[in-house]
Nanobody
Framework: QVQLVESGGGLVQAGGSLRLSCAAS????MAWFRQAPGKERQFVAA????????SYGDNMEGRFTISRNKAKNTIYLQMDNLTLEDTAVYYC?????????????????????WGQGTQVTVFS
């Protein structure tokens, strides 16, 4: 059974940084999504199994960086210059799909497995 365990969420002042981690029980294409209260789940970033390819959601690249430690089966989301609008529950997602397809990496339906989510709250 696939397990995804997220960590690293918390409270951070606007302009600050936070790094999220997601440890997986296997080798998958993985991604980060987020969901703010009353809003739809939003694509943040995805990374291929080899870490050779990455994809970012609209207006995410630049402040957010996704990376992977293959030896630890763990992905990270480095979040810099955070704003109040970044407040959300951040979810890790994974899928067995071995082929990197940028056109579908941002869809929630692409991913079969989801973590429990970690809260990120940005305050002024």
């Amino acid at each position: 059974q696939v397990q995804l365990v997220e960590s690293g969420g918390g409270l951070v002042q606007a302009g600050g940084s936070l790094r999220l981690s997601c440890a997986a029980s296997g080798w998958y294409t993985m991604a980060w999504f987020r969901q703010a209260p009353g809003k739809e789940r939003q694509f943040v970033a995805a990374i291929s199994r080899s870490a050779a390819y990455t994809s970012y959601g609209d207006n995410m690249e630049g402040r957010f960086t996704i990376s992977r430690n293959k030896a630890k089966n763990t992905i990270y989301l480095q979040m810099d210059n955070l704003t109040l609008e970044d407040t959300a529950v951040y979810y890790c997602a994974a899928d067995h799909e071995p082929v990197w397809a940028p056109t579908i990496m941002g869809r929630t339906t692409t991913y079969e497995y989801w973590g429990q989510g970690t809260q990120v709250t940005v305050f002024s």
